[in-house]
């Protein structure tokens, strides 16, 4: 069945970075697009990135583009979201996402403070 695997949340200070990963299984990696989303305590889930299959073209929120890339590694089945400049108002759980389908991770939480 269809799996993602968050990690490498954390603490980081403000102006830090840091790399999420999202390992996916269970279905045909290289023929989907994946998404990374957010939600921080008392709001709703909110959509950070989009990749397409083949790695181009991508979309970003306003509220994170010049400070985060999204990237795909299919022979991994990975999908990956750098993070730079991290803002307190980056912290939240993130998660990845298949679009279309009804699949979450359990996320990973990233916090930004000092």
């Known amino acids: 069945q269809v799996q993602l695997v968050e990690s490498g949340g954390g603490l980081v200070q403000p102006g830090g970075s840091l790399r999420l990963s999202c390992a996916a299984s269970?279905?045909?990696?290289?023929?989907?697009?994946m998404r990374w989303y957010r939600q921080a305590p008392g709001k709703e889930r909110e959509l950070v990135a989009h990749i397409t299959s083949v790695g181009n073209p991508t979309n970003y929120a306003d509220s994170v583009k010049g400070r985060f890339t999204v990237s795909r590694d299919n022979a991994k089945r990975t999908v990956y979201l750098q993070m730079n400049s991290l803002k307190p108002e980056d912290t939240a759980v993130y998660y990845c996402?298949?679009?279309?389908?009804?699949?979450w991770g359990q996320g990973t939480q990233v916090t930004v403070s000092s």
């Open positions: 269970g279905f045909t990696f290289r023929s989907y697009a």
């Open positions: 996402k298949i679009p279309g389908l009804s699949h």
